[in-house]
């Protein structure tokens, strides 16, 4: 005996129009736009609920990774970032990012210049990823992420297209970037999200040590790119800081490119109110946990990443960063214990 057929969608009379297939909303949406749940904040934009959340949240764990065991080549617990905590360096790595952008990419430009500005990433999921991101909002810059995996040809095409002139990455992508240098004429600042200054050879990430550190400042030096560490960036807007630009809901919070796999890669425009708007949607479609905690370990240059740490982080709930091996998956989540798994087919098969 057939199933029966239930209604879940509405297609909106009229919505067609060349080019783009009708307009579906959700039932309860039928005739507006308007999402009555029990999502409590006022904010319109992604920042200003990360803004309430700190507020609402402070001492509450936010962000966290698993503490590395050189000796042993482990991973402990999760250690973590309180919503207080994460906000306030948000703001000052945002302040800082401002202060280099006035002294390399727009010398001696008011600050008011300095808004509505691409701030690449290229890294794996990282505790500073999620940090440089929210940074980057607070000045009201947008984020262009690149996927960790890019070949050469899609990295050069990314960064030219979006024409970002600071990028923030780990460490092992500055080689890889540096060789490019002749083809990214617009590039002019990289944020290492590892130390560069005083960090002993256990706290660089293999195989760099102090000496081949002191090879890539000079290596950036002569191509006439400013690198910096994350830990400078913060300090420098910590020392100097710059008031919040909050976002307007109709302004950039991200381009999200395609991987390139059919071609050169495109970007999806994504505002502030999108993702916004879905936050608020989503109790339409997922019943409310009071306190999510998730695994971030899907690619945060996919929007569907984006959405779920954004997700947590508008409920209050945690979000535990992956140890960077996905086959140490199963590790991570027995130590996490999350309460919500987002996933994909391939993971799952």
């Known amino acids: ?104 990419v727009r010398p001696g430009a008011d600050i008011s210049t300095l808004t509505r500005m691409p701030l690449g990433m290229y890294s794996v999921n990282r505790v500073e990823w999620i940090l440089a991101d929210y940074a980057g909002m607070s000045q009201n810059l947008y984020t262009v992420a690149l996927y960790d995996t890019l070949g050469a040809d899609s990295l050069e095409y990314i960064m030219n297209h979006a024409e970002i002139e600071v990028l923030v990455c780990s460490l092992d992508k500055v080689p890889r970037l540096l060789k490019l240098r002749e083809k990214l004429p617009q590039l002019k600042v990289i944020v290492t999200m590892d130390r560069l200054s005083n960090a002993p050879d256990a706290a660089l990430p293999s195989p760099f040590n102090t000496s081949s550190v002191t090879v890539l400042q000079q290596w950036a030096e002569a191509a006439n790119v400013a690198l910096y560490d994350l830990d400078a960036v913060e300090a420098l807007g910590a020392a100097d800081p710059v008031e919040i630009r909050m976002p307007r809901a109709d302004e950039f919070m991200c381009l999200c490119y395609t991987s390139g796999t059919t071609g050169t890669p495109k970007a999806a425009k994504i505002m502030h109110s999108n993702m916004a708007y879905v936050q608020k949607a989503v109790p339409l479609v997922i019943p409310p946990i009071e306190y999510p905690v998730i695994l971030s370990y899907l690619p945060l240059a996919h929007i569907y990443e984006r959405f779920a740490e954004i997700y947590a982080m508008s409920s209050g709930g945690r979000v535990g960063v992956y140890s960077g091996n996905i086959l140490n998956i199963v590790d991570d989540l027995q130590t996490l214990k999350p309460n919500v798994f987002n996933s994909v087919p391939r993971l799952l098969n």
């Open 1 to 104: 005996m057939p199933a029966p057929i239930v209604k879940r969608s509405y297609r909106v009379p009229g919505s067609e129009e060349p080019g783009y297939s009708y307009t579906i909303r959700h039932l309860e949406c039928q005739d507006s736009l308007e999402v009555k749940t029990a999502q409590t904040y006022t904010a319109d934009n992604v920042f200003g609920m990360f803004q309430e959340s700190a507020q609402k949240f402070g001492e509450r764990e936010f962000i966290g990774r698993r503490a590395y065991k050189q000796e042993t080549n482990t991973h402990g617990d999760f250690e973590w970032i309180t919503y207080g905590d994460a906000y306030s360096r948000a703001l000052s790595i945002g302040s800082g990012l401002i202060r280099i952008m006035q002294q390399h």
